[in-house]
């Protein structure tokens, strides 16, 4: 399992963004991506198992690092953590929410999608962020242009990217990584075709 001290935008070329809705899919997707070299997990917390499915997946897949994902309120960064979250990933930030997470002591990648987002994330002494929703907000174009500018900051886009428009992202002197739900794609998981999401999770691997 990588190691939470290491830079979160350094462990994986691609952040599996995963939606479970059904507990009994969530250590059997945990392991199709390790099987797949992504031992790195991120599960939304849009469904009504999501804190459940972070819980098993801590307890019985130990080689992945599972993170939350949705955070938007400084309630669930609790949930979150108390759940075995390890790490943080919020869409967007508040002053509020960034203590929460910050406070929580886990390593956590706070929502920007603007120039002044970023720089307030900056100013409160944080550099690695995610630009969410990338695609909509302007894409690697975007992120190419802000570099200079915001030569600190450090991101791992999320929202519309594809296994085709990834590399041209991971090319960006100021991206990490990027997070990617096309490697546990909904019939997938609905079919248990476990097969492919490590195939899908050992082409991401290769991206790096």
């Known amino acids: 399992m990588p190691s ?6 350094s462990l994986v070329p691609v952040v599996p963004v995963v939606v479970v809705d059904d507990l009994a ?25 999501a804190l459940d499915a972070i819980e098993a997946i801590a307890r019985e897949v130990p080689e992945i690092l599972v993170g939350a994902g949705t955070i ?24 509020a929410l960034l203590s929460a997470m910050s406070d929580s002591g886990l390593p956590f990648l706070p929502g920007t999608a603007t120039v002044s987002e970023a720089m307030a994330v900056l100013e409160a002494g944080f550099t690695e962020m995610k630009f969410f929703p990338a695609e909509a907000s302007g894409g690697a174009a975007y992120l190419s242009s802000i570099a200079s ?7 791992c886009p999320t929202g519309g990217i594809t296994a085709a428009s990834a590399g041209s992202y991971l090319a960006l002197p100021n991206v990490g990584c990027v997070g990617g739900s096309w490697l546990t794609p909904k019939d997938a998981l609905a ?5 492919r999401v490590t195939e899908l999770a050992r082409a991401a691997a290769s991206l790096g």
């Open 72 to 95: 938007v309120t400084p309630g669930q960064v609790k949930q979150a953590h108390d759940a075995g979250a390890q790490f943080l990933v919020s869409p967007g930030c508040t002053p």
């Open 149 to 155: 500018p915001l030569p600190a900051a450090r991101f």
């Open 191 to 195: 079919a248990g075709d476990w097969a």
């Open 4 to 9: 939470t001290h290491d830079s979160l935008l």
């Open 25 to 49: 899919h969530a250590v059997p997707v945990a392991r199709a991506l390790v099987e797949g070299g992504v031992p790195v997990i991120e599960l939304t917390l849009r469904t009504p198992v």
